[in-house]
């Protein structure tokens, strides 16, 4: 990541495009307005969802500069393209923002980040950032593994388009009602999820683990497929219904794995779903049709809410998956539950509890409580999940907890950094 932190670099002197570069940009901005290709992008993500392997992707966050230059993104797409003969794939797209983001294979990390620098200083040594990129970074540019941060880029373009278009994140939407969730429902039984489908890491804070990650969780984004289905109705603010629409749609997501796990070759994964999903026909197919480079290699991802209500029935579910080899994960805790459940007399694999920064200012004999409990479990392995500051990873590792899972977490691996080194840097500064 770029040091300038949004200012010019001191003692450096101003670099400068050669006057043919800068003649030509120039022109070419005022030959034609360029025309934004968000919808081809978000079309290229969608389709090749399954060969994302070795796919990196860098973003330039033009919008962030303070004075603004009309030919900035032809600037951009002249430098990068001395990269494109070396690259096996490249390809960059103008987004209406200001922004370039750029889809590349087959390039070396250095070389790349040599090229960006030089943007980079193009622009910073005339003007600054205005403020952190969307991935809370000071930087002009972002180079990333897309696998890893596929939610991230598709989120950002989504919400530019959908502030473009009209939607407001500020209004309160109606819930939905039981005849819109009729035809949603219907909807799905023809729609392909894959798009919808995202991944994010679990990764080992354990100095004797032998592996960094620990499995991926797979997830279907409730806010974008709220906005491409229904974009006039909140699926969440009816919880009858919402728990019902959760249950037709982890039936949807077998549907789409049982067409391929092909992207996820090489990882264990982590499904959510319902109890009730998990003994259904359904599942049962899911289950049958299961690569055997899987078997074994699969978590369920059980929320606590659903294994408090269907306790009876989470103990059939726990029995099924020893039988079968999946692992149970228990998500939505906080401190208070995963202290006063006994996740291992349940049989339960991993424990997740949600990060909060109110669990900085535990009271101190309740945060020795907790420290103590997180490090006795033998058969229970506890994830500190939506971590989106270093601190949150501190803490995790002053708890013992051994597993972190977040916005952090995907920030660090994403730059080929291993989490147990950033945690124990940060923890010496």
């Known amino acids: 990541m770029s040091m300038f932190r949004g200012k010019p670099p001191i003692g450096r002197d101003r670099v400068r495009l050669s006057s043919a570069e800068k003649q030509a940009a120039v022109a070419a901005s005022k030959d034609s307005k360029p025309d934004f290709d968000n919808d081809k992008l978000l079309n290229l993500l969608r389709s090749a969802k399954n060969e994302l392997q070795g796919m990196r992707i860098i973003h330039m966050h033009l919008s962030l500069l303070k004075d603004k230059d009309p030919s900035s993104q032809l600037i951009v797409r002249t430098i990068v393209q001395e990269l494109a003969s070396k690259a096996s794939f490249l390809q960059s797209f103008n987004i209406s923002n200001g922004d370039v983001i750029i889809l590349y294979k087959g390039l070396k990390l250095s070389g790349v980040t040599e090229v960006c620098q030089k943007v980079e200083m ?36 989504e919400e530019l388009q959908a502030s473009e278009t009209g939607g407001h994140g500020g209004e309160t939407k109606p819930p939905i009602t039981l005849e819109e969730m009729g035809k949603l429902e219907r909807s799905m039984q023809m729609f392909d999820l894959s798009p919808f489908l995202f991944n994010q890491p679990v990764a080992s804070l354990d100095p004797l683990s032998p592996d960094e990650t620990e499995y991926f969780e797979l997830y279907i984004s409730i806010k974008l497929l709220q906005e491409r289905l229904c974009p006039d109705y909140d699926l969440t603010a009816n919880k009858w219904l919402f728990n019902y629409f959760t249950g037709n749609l982890d039936q949807s997501v077998l549907r789409a794995l049982n067409h391929g796990l092909s992207f996820m070759r090489g990882r264990r994964i982590g499904i959510n779903i319902n109890l009730s999903t998990v003994i259904s026909t359904g599942f049962i197919k899911f289950d049958e049709r299961l690569p055997i480079d899987f078997r074994g290699n699969v978590v369920l991802e059980i929320n606590k809410t659903d294994l408090i209500e269907n ?31 006994d996740f291992e007399y349940l049989n339960v694999n991993y424990a997740k509890i949600f990060w909060s920064n109110e669990m900085l200012e535990m009271d101190a004999g309740f945060q020795q ?52 080194d950033a945690v124990n840097t940060a923890k010496g500064m």
């Open 122 to 157: 193009v622009f910073l040594s005339k003007t600054s950032l205005t403020g952190p990129n969307p991935y809370k970074e000071y930087s002009l540019y972002s180079i990333m593994e897309l696998a890893l941060n596929f939610i991230n880029v598709i989120r950002f373009v």
């Open 311 to 341: 306790l009876a029935l989470f103990q059939e579910v726990v029995d099924f998956a020893q039988d079968r080899r999946y692992q149970i994960a228990v998500d939505g805790l906080n401190p208070f539950w995963a202290t006063n459940i």
């Open 369 to 420: 409580f907790f420290f103590e409990h997180m490090k006795q479990q033998d058969r229970c392995t506890y994830v500190l999940a939506r971590c989106d500051t270093v601190s949150s990873l501190v803490f995790a590792q002053q708890a013992g907890i051994k597993l972190v899972q977040g916005r952090a977490v995907d920030n660090i691996m994403r730059k080929g950094v291993s989490v147990r």
